[in-house]
């Protein structure tokens, strides 16, 4: 397990004597040592602590994307689901265009049989008229005839 004591020493197990690691002229060499390694250490746990923190941060900014994924993961599941559904509005107007149009181009149809089924009609008519007023032109020169007629035969 990593050693939490951050410099501080630390005694001996008992089964290790420290006589068995001193002796009076390797006192000082091992003091200078020591005094290297533990700032050695020092240095080691410094850097152990700062990647320890920038682990946390990563894993911070891994949780954050992780969440902004699953957000976007939904979000884009809504937006095919609005997608599905505008194209069903989009397919019924559709449809109800081609029936309007369809119901437009009838009414077309028929209202251009209407209008020639009028110009026929107008057309009889006028022949119509024109017919009566010759007849009414014949009828009055009967009459006319007939009034001299008249006059005639009364002056006698």
Known sequence: PPNKDHGRK????????????KSSTQDATCSKDSGDLRKELENLRREKDRFNREVGLVKQEAEHIRQENERM???????KEEKSRLKGQINAIREEHEML??????????RDEAEKEKHE??????????????QIRALQEQRNELKSDVKSAVQK
């Open 101 to 110: 149009q369809s119901d437009l181009n009838t009414a077309k149809q028929r």
């Open 73 to 79: 993961k939904k979000e884009t599941e809504e937006a």
């Open 121 to 134: 009609a107008e057309i009889e008519l006028h022949v119509e008229r024109s017919k009566l007023k010759g």
């Open 10 to 21: 630390q005694a001996l197990p008992p089964q290790y004597p420290i006589s068995n690691y």
